[in-house]
């Protein structure tokens, strides 16, 4: 691929970049996709790693679909763990894969928190209840593959947040074991560290709550167990501020408080990068009329204060807009998503100029089988273009 010249509106998206100690090929990168494969329960099958070999092919870094750090009731069925010696086994083949194609892969790692429920079926076999910050219930949800499709439940208060900071950092430990090359830290979409981000979800009144240091000091603490086994050059984050996704969003102004602290601090930590998501209405559903989300310019409210962290964005970008905001230095990559579901050699498509032509199936974006084949459709079946 080195040897192609790749349009001039999308130029920038192929200089390589410098990430921790690799360099990415390309800065086009792979965002977090759940797409509930993980038959029959939570350990990666072969099918997946067929899936992320195809994209490895060309992207400049992979961040995995999220990956349970507990067994937890997730809204979507069979998503993979990183809690188990199965599943760190099952994910060496993965990390195999993609290393084989010369690309790069970090997992990300996500605690549900209140977004669980007491009658999914890896909830019940935990033995543990749905924790949240605070005994406060998201309003919303439908978790489909339980009987009734009910919404979220009122969680029990976690008593000692550093009991689920230690379970990031065995997770980091786990992670590095399976191979991966870093880890993320899934601090957006309402789950437990935005949810103690937010002061709608996090009412505490101890040293986990109340002011805008002690609601960031969850995340913070979490991102700094990772980094302690991975070091800094390899430990990335993601933020949503707009909100909006599993009923959260503060108003604006509190917003900007909030994650003006967080990103700042954040930098003063060292990550390797701050994905910055965009705000989309779609991750902003209507709860009793009303969305919940705070929709503002996040890369230009949050980006200037980021010193030292790589900038990235992710969200509803074009190659163009994307190429755009890099060369003009506003973010060192960026992640898509959508597009990488329906075309697996996304980024070689950029680089030849070839149409994003392969309209993506939302019906099957989400494995609702635990047939193989079947959940083939719409996850490894999408044609790569003609060279």
């Not at 976690?158 to 899934?186: R, T």
């Not at 902003?284 to 929709?295: A, L, N, Q, Y």
């Not at 579901?341 to 950029?350: G, Q």
Request: glycine share 10%.
């Amino acid at each position: 691929m080195s040897t192609i010249v790749p349009p001039a509106n999308v130029a920038s998206l192929f200089e390589p970049l410098k990430l921790g100690p690799y360099i990415a090929r390309n800065r086009i990168f792979m965002s977090a996709l759940t797409r509930s494969r993980s038959v029959p329960t939570n350990v990666p099958n072969d099918l997946n790693v067929e899936y992320y070999r195809q994209r490895a092919k060309s992207s400049g870094m992979i961040v995995t679909e999220g990956a349970l750090i507990a067994q937890q009731g997730s809204e979507w069925p069979n998503a993979p763990g990183i809690w188990s010696k199965e599943q760190v086994e099952a994910w060496k083949k993965v990390t195999k894969a993609v290393h084989e194609e010369g690309g790069l892969i970090y997992i990300q790692l996500w605690h549900l928190g209140r977004a669980s429920h007491p009658d999914a079926p890896e909830q019940i076999a935990s033995g543990q209840p749905v924790y949240g910050p605070s005994a406060i219930a998201a309003r919303g949800g439908k978790f489909r593959h339980i009987p009734g499709q009910p919404g979220y439940v009122t969680p029990t208060e976690l008593d000692d947040p550093s009991i689920i900071i230690a379970q990031y950092k065995q997770a980091a430990i786990n992670a590095m074991e399976a191979g991966f090359d870093g880890a993320e830290l899934h601090g957006a979409n309402g789950y437990l560290p935005h949810q103690f981000l937010d002061s709608t979800s996090n009412l505490r009144n101890d040293a986990w709550g109340g002011s805008v240091e002690k609601r960031a000091r969850f995340t913070l603490e979490a991102l700094q167990a990772i980094i302690d086994v991975w070091g800094k050059e390899r430990v990335g984050i993601k933020l949503t501020p707009g909100g909006g996704y599993n009923d959260m969003g503060m108003p604006l102004e509190e917003t900007k408080e909030t994650f003006g602290y967080l990103v700042q601090e954040l930098d003063k930590i060292g990550a390797s990068y701050i994905c910055l998501a965009r705000y989309w209405d779609v991750g902003d559903p209507m709860i009793d009329g009303k969305r919940r989300g705070t929709p503002h310019d996040v890369i230009a409210v949050y980006g200037p204060l980021i010193k030292n962290s790589l900038v990235f964005s992710n969200t509803q970008f074009t190659p163009e807009e994307a190429a755009k905001y890099v060369s003009e230095g506003k973010s060192g990559a960026i992640f898509f998503g959508i597009p990488w579901i329906s075309h697996p050699d996304l980024a070689k498509r950029i680089q030849y100029g070839k149409p994003l032509d392969n309209v993506p199936d939302m019906k099957t974006f989400y494995g609702h089988s635990t047939d193989i084949e079947e959940l083939k459709k719409g996850y490894t079946d999408y044609p790569e273009a003609v060279y």
